[in-house]
C-alpha cells in the first residue's frame, strides 16, 4: 500500500512562509491534494491537482510537486491559519485514496 | 446551499451494529462518486469506503471489509454506512464527502461520532 510521510508539526511566524511537505515514493507521478482541519471542525479542502486553488481559499495557499516530495507553501501566514494538514492522493494499485498522518501548523 | 449533514451516530456496544446516513443538498447527488472518512479521536484521517455514481462500484479499507456496507439512493440525495460488528477501534468521527475528479475530496459534511464501548 501506498504511503505517505508528513512531518508532524510545524511551526512559524506570523507573517512569514509556513512549506509542509509529504513524502511518498514518486509523488510527483500522482495528483496531490490538501486539506485543512481545525479544531472540531471538518476538513476542508485547501489545494487539489498539486496546485489548484478551490474557490474561496486565498492566494497565500499554494503547492507544488515533484520527484518524491510535495510541498503545500502558506505565504504570509497568519494566526488562522493555525490547523492540522493533510495529504491525499489516489493509490492506483489499490483504488483508493491514501492521507499522509498529518501535520500541526503552530502559528508562533 | 451546497452541503453534506451526516446523521445516526451514537454509543454502540462491542459487537452491535449502526446506521449512518448522510443528506445531501445544493447540487446534483448522482453526478457523484460520494465517500465515508472517518477520524479517531486524537488521530489521522482514514479512509473507509467509496461508492460510484449508480452504486455499480464500491471499494473498502481492509479494517471494515466484511463489516460495513456502503450505499446510496440517489431519489433520496442520500448516502449510508451500515456497520457491523462494531470493535472499539471503530471509534471515531465519520465524515461523509463527495468526490471530485481526479479523486479528491471537494466537500465534507460536519461529522456523526460514533463511540464503540460497554
Known amino acids: 500500500s501506498y504511503v505517505l510521510t508528513q512531518p508532524p508539526s510545524v511551526s512559524v511566524a506570523p507573517g512569514k512562509t509556513a512549506r509542509i511537505t509529504c513524502g511518498g515514493n514518486?509523488?510527483?507521478?500522482?495528483?496531490v491534494h490538501w486539506y485543512q482541519q481545525k479544531p472540531g471542525q471538518a476538513p476542508v479542502l485547501v489545494i487539489y491537482?498539486?496546485?489548484d486553488r478551490p474557490s474561496g481559499i486565498p492566494e497565500r495557499f499554494s503547492g507544488s510537486n515533484s520527484g518524491n516530495t510535495a510541498t503545500l507553501t502558506i505565504s504570509r501566514v497568519e494566526a488562522g491559519d493555525e490547523a492540522d494538514y493533510y495529504c491525499?492522493?489516489?493509490?492506483?494499485?489499490?483504488?483508493?485514496?491514501?492521507f499522509g498522518g498529518g501535520t500541526k501548523l503552530t502559528v508562533l | 446551499q451546497v452541503q453534506l449533514v451526516e446523521s445516526g451516530g451514537g454509543l454502540v456496544k462491542p459487537g452491535g451494529s449502526l446506521r449512518l446516513s448522510c443528506a445531501a443538498s445544493?447540487?446534483?447527488?448522482?453526478?457523484?462518486?460520494m465517500s465515508w472518512i472517518r477520524q479517531a479521536p486524537g488521530k489521522g484521517l482514514e479512509w473507509v469506503s467509496y461508492?460510484?455514481?449508480?452504486?455499480?462500484?464500491?471499494n473498502y479499507a481492509d479494517s471494515v471489509k466484511g463489516r460495513f456496507t456502503i450505499s446510496r439512493d440517489n431519489a433520496k440525495n442520500s448516502l449510508y454506512l451500515q456497520m457491523n460488528s462494531l470493535r472499539a477501534e471503530d471509534t471515531a468521527v465519520f465524515y461523509c464527502?463527495?468526490?471530485?475528479?481526479?479523486?479528491?475530496?471537494?466537500?465534507w459534511g460536519q461529522g456523526t461520532l460514533v463511540t464503540v464501548s460497554s
Open positions: 464527502a463527495r468526490v471530485g475528479a481526479p479523486k479528491y475530496f471537494q466537500l
Open positions: 461508492i460510484s455514481s449508480s452504486s455499480s462500484y464500491t
Open positions: 491537482y498539486d496546485s
Open positions: 514518486d509523488i510527483g507521478s500522482k495528483s
Open positions: 491525499q492522493v489516489w493509490d492506483s494499485s489499490s483504488d483508493h485514496p491514501v
Open positions: 445544493g447540487f446534483t447527488f448522482s453526478d457523484y462518486y
